[in-house]
């Protein structure tokens, strides 16, 4: 019976196959090649030696002596810098005429959804901006807003761009949705409200371009022909007339603002 069993390799051997057996153990445990760990960190001596476990506070013992910078807000505002991203504006021309062509490739850039276009068509009645479209209506929801800017870089005619604006808390969700007429930049001295037609003999290329740089006679007299009563005409602003260019969830953020800023103390 013991010569019918089935020999076992010896340790070492190669088994059936090709593998080679390990060499068992006390225990079942298994023999694994001896090395000793070298470390290729080199050693400190002295002094090093002695203040490394203190090394890691460092930079804490180096700040521990700076003065403490606190900004009081809102007492005192501090000024952000020059590329912070804050709210929105919808630019305008030299002359009055909005940016915006409603094409709303920034509506398709948002990656929150904030963003509501409607286009809509220029008449030679109701001429908004260049060209034959204009962004007939403009929301930002302000409550989805992450503020990143991706809506600036896809607008091709540059009329949005972000302001250093932060403020924009508020109570309610409706105050927080921000339509075109509180996202327009305010009306320039020398500029006409739009509608109005364009410079005569320009395009929009010419526009896009740059190449206008402010009113003419023409545009002045459409709007006083149909427009009598605009506060942006020059007789009328020479008469004291203000330009209504805030919407009411402007208005009524710029209240909450205010009242927000004495509740803090603001002086």
Not at 35 to 56: D, F, N, T
Request: net charge negative.
């Amino acid at each position: 019976m013991a010569e019918q069993r089935k020999k076992r390799p010896a340790p070492g051997a190669s088994a059936p196959g090709g593998q080679v057996q390990p060499t068992p153990r006390t225990g079942g445990a298994v023999d694994r090649p001896s090395s000793e760990y070298e470390s290729l960190i080199e050693k400190r001596s002295g002094l090093s030696e002695l203040l490394a476990p203190v090394a890691g506070f460092g930079v804490t013992f180096a700040n521990m002596f700076k003065p403490t910078v606190t900004e009081q807000y809102p007492r005192e505002q501090v000024p952000t810098k020059p590329r912070y991203h804050g709210r929105h504006q919808l630019n305008r021309y030299a002359d009055g005429l909005e940016k915006c062509i409603g094409c709303e490739l920034c509506a398709w850039a948002c990656p929150a959804d904030a963003i509501y276009v409607e286009g809509g068509d220029n008449t030679p009645d109701a001429q908004f901006s260049p060209g034959e479209r204009y962004g007939r209506v403009y929301q930002i929801n302000y409550l989805r807003c992450i503020f990143c800017g991706l809506c600036i870089e896809a607008c091709p005619t540059r009329a949005l761009t972000m302001t250093n604006e932060y403020e924009l808390a508020g109570p309610t969700r409706p105050g927080m949705i921000w339509e075109k007429q509180d996202l327009l930049a305010p009306l320039r001295s020398g500029q006409l409200a739009a509608p109005h037609p364009m410079v005569e003999g320009t395009s929009d290329t010419d526009y896009y371009r740059g190449e206008v740089t402010g009113v003419t006679d023409d545009q002045v007299a459409w709007v006083t022909e149909h427009r009598p009563d605009d506060p942006t005409l020059p007789e009328n602003a020479a008469k004291g007339a203000t330009v209504p260019d805030l919407g009411e969830t402007r208005l009524a953020q710029r209240a909450i603002t205010a009242g927000a800023h004495r509740q803090g103390g603001a002086r």
